[in-house]
């Protein structure tokens, strides 16, 4: 082989991977995680910066991306046809336009494509620097030929997925991808703070015939020692509350006798279509740790606390609470009590039973079979 055939292979293996380093640069920018990436620069990451950058004005970037990969390919075929016409004649330059072909879509396409797609920062990083460079020269030109093809689809030049925030919708679809980094109960609690946007009040709530009064006067109170709760205390024989008192104080208020009723906590009233969130920037607000919640007529249907809110967040605090209300039979069938809300038996079971506009099971029931149903009644789904 003369000295010129060498030449010309040496050329031509460069084009390829310049091809290749294009390509691999592409994809690379693209497949780049833009959570890592914007860490990586907070951490001082120069190369995650000027990525950043070049992702600001990612159709320049991508054009000088396309000119330059599209320069190369072309010069290689043509510098390969004008050697095998060269050597062999004009007959064989289909066959080394073939074999030019398969080499760039296996060494220059698909292998760098498939590393960057799989390893993104190990392309991108260091290309960063030598792409800003290739925009800062050929961006202009690529920024011309981006607005005749714009003109042509359509699309707006100013148009940028990367600018683009992330919604609350995909925020929870991260949040719902499995990580080593991130414990399974870190991502359930950050998973149940964006529910609290979904979720009002009404989902939550204690029954108001669940809850346990106090009456003022009556000394003989069956609340268990071990309770933490708050006790709504009502005048006797009168379903009025007139405040709230803590069980740990229950000695102090068999004690009290008269109508003074100022170290009592006083009514709060919350109507029940009060977001979860709102709720808990209000007992922020007012420094409340319990509220009563009313309907749209005014009357009250439940009680909501403080503790409750967290408990959407960080879980039950009593671990014993988990299972009240729902048995797994060895049959693998699954006994529920009526006052179980649909959204606690669909967490529990990973089911997906509609929890509108139903909010418990003996609600949901109802709904569906149009009557109170009668005892051992039985309903085909």
Not at 70 to 75: A, D, F, G, K, Q
Not at 184 to 207: F, H
Request: aromatic share 8%; hydrophobic share 40%.
């Amino acid at each position: 082989m003369d000295s010129f055939s060498i030449i010309l292979v040496v050329v031509l293996l460069i084009l390829v991977i310049l091809s290749a380093f294009f390509s691999g640069s592409e994809t690379s920018i693209m497949a780049l995680n833009q959570i890592k990436l914007d860490n990586a620069e907070k951490q001082g990451n120069k190369s995650a910066k000027i990525i950043n950058s070049l992702r600001k004005e990612i159709n320049r970037v991508l054009g000088v991306i396309l000119i330059g990969n599209n320069l190369v390919n072309i010069s290689a075929s043509a510098l390969l046809t004008f050697f095998v016409i060269k050597k062999f004649g004009d007959e064989y330059v289909w066959i080394g336009t073939l074999l030019l072909t398969i080499f760039i879509i296996i060494f220059a396409e698909i292998a760098p494509k498939s590393f960057a797609a799989k390893r993104p920062e190990s392309i991108a990083y260091p290309a960063s620097r030598i792409l800003k460079v290739l925009t800062k020269y050929l961006g202009s030109f690529s920024e011309i030929l981006t607005n005749i093809s714009n003109s042509l689809t359509g699309i707006k030049n100013n148009e940028n997925y990367f600018s683009e925030n992330l919604n609350r919708d995909e925020l929870k679809s991260v949040l719902e991808k499995e990580t080593k980094e991130v414990d399974k109960e870190e991502m359930d609690a950050l998973k149940s703070i964006l529910e609290l946007k979904d979720l009002t009040v009404e989902d939550i709530l204690i029954p108001i015939n669940e809850v346990l009064k106090i009456e003022i006067g009556n000394k003989s109170h069956d609340v268990p020692n071990d309770k933490d709760i708050f006790l709504p205390v009502v005048k006797s024989n009168s379903d009025e509350i007139l405040g709230f008192i803590h069980s740990k104080e229950l000695e102090q208020f068999n004690d009290f006798s008269g109508d003074n009723i100022d170290f009592l906590i006083g009514p709060y009233f919350v109507p029940e279509k009060t977001h979860l969130f709102s709720q808990l920037k209000n007992f922020q607000k007012n420094g409340k740790e319990v509220a009563l919640v009313v309907d749209e007529y005014g009357d009250i249907t439940g009680l909501v606390t403080l503790e409750d809110l967290i408990e959407q967040v960080l879980g039950r605090f009593d671990p014993d609470e988990d299972e009240i209300g729902i048995n797994i039979n060895e049959d693998n069938s699954v006994t529920v009590d009526g006052s179980v809300t649909i959204r606690e038996l669909n967490k529990k079971m990973d089911w997906n039973l509609p929890e509108e506009p139903a909010k418990t099971i003996s609600g949901l029931v109802i709904d569906q079979i149009d009557t109170i149903p009668k005892k051992y009644c039985k309903q085909e789904a």
